[in-house]
Nanobody
Framework: QVQLVESGGGLVQAGGSLRLSCVAS????MAWFRQAPGKGREFVSA????????HYTDNVKGRFAIFRDNAGNTVFLQMNSLIAEETAVYYC????????????????????WGQGTQVTVSS
């Protein structure tokens, strides 16, 4: 299985920003999911390999941005104006179809997962 390694989580005050990174070796559509205690794993954002398609869950649009460094096999999630409800473990995920024209938003659609990085937003 492909190893995905997330980093960049931490503690931030509400209204602040964090940038998450995920490193993987290969050509994949990459996504971020998050899981709060007692809740399921929820889609946040995704970008295909070429960068031609991105998708965001509605409640992060305008605040979060996903982008990637293809040469370095790194995908980033820039999170701005964070709110306390976004406290969760954030997971990087990879899908084997790197440039599909449909972004999958369900965990079952992704093939590889990182171990997660904790994001805590204090209010």
């Amino acid at each position: 299985q492909v190893q995905l390694v997330e980093s960049g989580g931490g503690l931030v005050q509400a209204g602040g920003s964090l940038r998450l990174s995920c490193v993987a070796s290969g050509r994949y559509t990459m996504a971020w999911f998050r899981q709060a205690p007692g809740k399921g794993r929820e889609f946040v954002s995704a970008v295909n390999w070429s960068g031609s398609r991105t998708h965001y869950t509605d409640n992060v649009k305008g605040r979060f941005a996903i982008f990637r460094d293809n040469a370095g096999n790194t995908v980033f999630l820039q999170m701005n104006s964070l709110i306390a409800e976004e406290t969760a473990v954030y997971y990087c995920a990879a899908r084997r179809f790197p440039d599909a024209n449909v972004i999958i938003t369900t965990p079952e659609g992704y093939d590889y997962w990182g171990q997660g990085t904790q994001v805590t937003v204090s209010s």
